[in-house]
């Protein structure tokens, strides 16, 4: 393919991804250096990126679970968190191993900016289940917080679409509080705490 030929694709390309396709005439007046320029600045990660650099490392994971509701026994576990950047700073990549009831845990999480929507997509699998978890966020730089939602089918309980919350609390460079809330009967119940602190 030659570079005039790559160069008319890719403006192809973010008229379809900016929104600017939709119509003939809007594609014959669009700059395609503007257009191009668009893009690159889109494909860019910026300092919503920047600040997922808190969770890089490698990290004790203590874990707390409320199966029953908080008012309920907590199972206790524990693992390890690897956190690094992929695909050059555009996603953060979560590795996780640790020992459960049901034995030993592996987990995967991606999470990025989308600038396009302007919000944070958590995505996350694990062995204990088939499904993928999605959930989009919101940073609060003041508190430090992370704020994501979604909703999940639930295996145990056979619900399914369960709206769920996770915040995320980094509390210096070295610790960091996950807490999971999943709504129960029109109010948002506690069902997981997870403590990361800085290996070494």
């Given at each position: 393919?030659?570079?005039?030929?790559?160069r008319?694709?890719?403006?192809?390309?973010v008229?379809?991804?900016?929104?600017?396709?939709g119509?003939?005439?809007?594609?014959?007046?669009?700059?395609?250096?503007?257009?191009?320029?668009?893009?690159?600045?889109?494909?860019?990660?910026g300092?919503?990126?920047?600040?997922?650099?808190?969770?890089?490392?490698?990290?004790d994971?203590?874990?707390?679970s409320?199966?029953?509701g908080?008012?309920?026994?907590?199972?206790?576990?524990?693992?390890?968190?690897?956190?690094?950047?992929?695909l050059?700073?555009?996603?953060?990549?979560?590795?996780?191993?640790?020992?459960?009831?049901?034995?030993?845990?592996?987990g995967?999480?991606?999470?990025?900016?989308?600038?396009f929507?302007?919000?944070y997509?958590?995505?996350?699998?694990d062995?204990?289940?088939?499904?993928?978890?999605t959930?989009?966020?919101?940073?609060?730089?003041?508190?430090?917080?992370?704020?994501?939602?979604?909703?999940?089918?639930?295996?145990?309980?056979?619900?399914?679409?369960?709206?769920?919350?996770?915040?995320?609390?980094?509390?210096?460079?070295?610790?960091?509080?996950?807490?999971?809330?999943e709504?129960?009967?029109?109010?948002?119940?506690?069902?997981?705490?997870?403590?990361?602190?800085?290996?070494?």
């Open positions: 393919m030659s570079s005039k030929t790559m008319g694709a890719l403006v192809a390309l008229l379809v991804a900016t929104g600017w396709g119509d003939a005439r809007g594609q014959d007046e669009m700059d395609p250096d503007a257009a191009m320029q668009q893009y690159m600045e889109m494909m860019a990660p300092e919503e990126h920047e600040a997922l650099q808190a969770f890089v490392g490698t990290w994971v203590a874990v707390k409320w199966w029953q908080p008012d309920g026994p907590a199972t206790e576990s524990s693992g390890v968190s690897e956190g690094e950047w992929i050059d700073g555009r996603y953060l990549e979560e590795n996780v191993t640790g020992q459960m009831g049901m034995g030993v845990f592996r995967i999480g991606i999470v990025g900016f989308d600038k929507n302007k919000e997509v958590n995505s996350w699998v062995n204990m289940g088939t499904g993928i978890f959930a989009t966020g919101v940073y609060d730089p003041a508190e430090k917080t992370y704020t994501y939602t979604g909703t999940m089918d639930d295996p145990m309980t056979g619900r399914e679409d369960v709206p769920f919350r996770s915040v995320i609390k980094i509390e210096s460079d070295d610790k960091h509080v996950h807490e999971s809330f709504e129960r009967d029109g109010e948002w119940v506690k069902t997981m705490e997870l403590i990361y602190t800085r290996k070494g």
